[in-house]
């Protein structure tokens, strides 16, 4: 596997090593002891979920507070722009974001270390997406920044469209309101 620092510190883009043929592909999508030999975290995940959304739906930006989450996220049908935004108060890119095409196609994976924010926008007609956790879903602890924060200026790739949301995520607050709960 191929590991790239991200443009903020601990955000990763992840290549595998495909091997492919006129049958199809096989890769390891995760190796623990690799990745802890290239990257020296030793990741315990705990849980695994699976998200399918249609064209145009934006999740997020979601994050969750006491029990912080790292993910490790891959798209295994269609193609989403993935974004992580800094929530470390400590780090000097608090408040930044960053973001990364995942795709069937290029089969890409994004680790996002626990401190930060996540969400994505669905580019194709449909995507599925998996991401394993480091810590258990805690409802109580989510919180959402809203995906249009003027202070985030993310760049969605939303070529004039109005992203499919759903009512958690209209709801959700601006990043100086939301860290401020």
């Known amino acids: 596997m191929k590991i790239t620092p991200g443009k903020i510190p601990g955000v990763?883009?992840?290549?595998?090593?495909v091997h492919a043929d006129e049958r199809g592909f096989l890769f390891e999508s995760f190796n623990r002891r690799e990745f802890a030999r290239q990257t020296g975290l030793a990741l315990d995940f705990v849980q695994e979920n699976h998200s399918r959304s249609a064209h145009h739906v934006l999740r997020g930006l979601h994050y969750q507070v006491r029990q912080s989450q790292g993910k490790l996220?891959?798209?295994v049908a269609g193609e989403v722009f993935d974004v992580a935004v800094d929530l470390r108060r400590e780090s000097p890119t608090f408040?930044?974001?960053?973001?990364?095409?995942?795709?069937?196609?290029?089969q890409h994976q994004l680790w996002i270390p626990p401190g930060f924010a996540h969400g994505f926008l669905v580019l194709s007609d449909g995507a599925d997406v998996l991401y394993k956790c480091t810590r258990y879903y805690a409802p109580a602890d989510e919180r959402c920044i809203v995906w249009n924060d003027p202070t985030l200026g993310i760049d969605w790739p939303l070529n004039g469209a109005a992203p499919v949301l759903s009512v958690k995520d209209m709801e959700g607050l601006a990043l100086g309101a939301a860290l401020a709960k």
């Open 12 to 17: 990763l883009l992840i290549e595998p090593k």
């Open 73 to 75: 996220v891959r798209v």
């Open 95 to 106: 408040g930044q974001w960053c973001g990364h095409v995942l795709s069937q196609q290029n």
